[in-house]
């Protein structure tokens, strides 16, 4: 069974452009090169031809995961949002106990395509160990290079 995938509208948004840039765009992009590589002659031959060939089944693969994620996507609405529980959607403050550093990050699904360095997904170790906790409390994360301590200051939208 498919789990729902809870994620920002936001998120939600980038992923559907994300969707629309590659079956518009990229599609008619990757068929032009598809026809140039064809002129090159032999096929069994052809680089050019094989490298677009492979660049179109990524794009394509790329577009049957976003349309299948899609079918299971609900939107979190920011006003039900608690504002002292760690949820996607979420801002937080956090304070790193071992580097003795404020931070502040937004929750977002690991779907997500965000760029941006102030996001931390559901599905990372900071992201994991954090939700569902409330605002004080202390939580311990194990990462890459060993645990550490956050204390949650702040939970916003």
């Known amino acids: 069974m498919v789990q729902e995938i809870l994620m920002t509208a936001e998120g939600y948004g980038e992923l559907q452009q994300e ?3 590659l079956k518009t765009v990229r599609r008619s992009e990757i068929a032009e090169k598809i ?3 064809r ?3 032999d096929l069994s031959e052809n680089s050019e031809y094989d490298e677009a060939k492979n660049e179109q089944a990524r794009m394509e693969a790329r577009i049957l ?3 299948e994620q899609l079918k299971y996507v609900r939107i979190v609405d920011k006003d039900s949002l608690p ?3 760690v949820s996607i959607g979420s801002r937080i403050k956090i304070w790193d106990c071992k580097y ?3 931070l502040e990050y937004r929750i ?3 779907i997500e395509n965000s760029q941006q360095l102030d996001t931390i997904t559901d599905q990372s170790p900071v ?3 954090l939700l569902g906790h409330r605002v004080g409390e202390t939580v311990e994360v194990e990462g890459p290079r060993g645990k550490f301590d956050i204390k949650i200051l702040e939970v916003g939208v």
Request: aromatic letters at 4%; zero cysteines.
């Open 65 to 67: 995961q976003i349309e």
């Open 108 to 110: 977002v699904s690991s």
């Open 100 to 102: 003795e550093e404020e």
């Open 35 to 37: 026809k140039v590589a």
């Open 127 to 129: 992201g994991r160990a």
């Open 39 to 41: 002129g090159f002659g």
């Open 83 to 85: 504002r002292d529980m």
């Open 19 to 21: 969707l629309q840039e």
